[in-house]
């Protein structure tokens, strides 16, 4: 069974940092793995791509220079390291590969 947990999100004010991680089983890990935001009201958005090994990573222009996504294989983990998060970032983060998805971690950036 192919399961997608999300953890690491909560409330931080502007500025602030957190460290989404995302572990995955029941399939296998290498592969294009993404992270993706739905703010409510809005459509849900891709927000970065990392490739198999790690050697391609996209983001979203809204959070160039402040996101960084990141995997290890061994632990079937990816993250999504944010920095300098803005009111504009709240949103519920979720992971993704192909028709698979977790089922989101509410990031809240609030002063």
């Known amino acids: 069974q192919v399961q997608l947990v999300e953890s690491g999100g909560g409330l931080v004010q502007p500025g602030g940092s957190l460290r989404l991680a995302c572990v995955a089983s029941?399939?296998?890990?290498?592969?294009?793995m993404n992270w993706y935001r739905q703010a409510p009201g809005k459509e849900r958005e891709l927000v970065a791509t990392?490739?198999?090994?790690?050697?391609?990573?996209n983001y979203a222009d809204s959070v160039k220079g402040r996101f960084t996504i990141s995997r290890d294989n061994a632990k079937k983990t990816v993250f999504l390291q944010m920095d300098n998060l803005k009111p504009e970032d709240t949103a519920v983060y979720y992971c993704?590969?192909?028709?698979?998805w977790g089922q989101g971690t509410q990031v809240t950036v609030s002063s």
């Open positions: 029941g399939f296998t890990f290498q592969g294009i």
């Open positions: 990392i490739s198999s090994f790690g050697g391609n990573r």
């Open positions: 993704n590969r192909a028709s698979h």
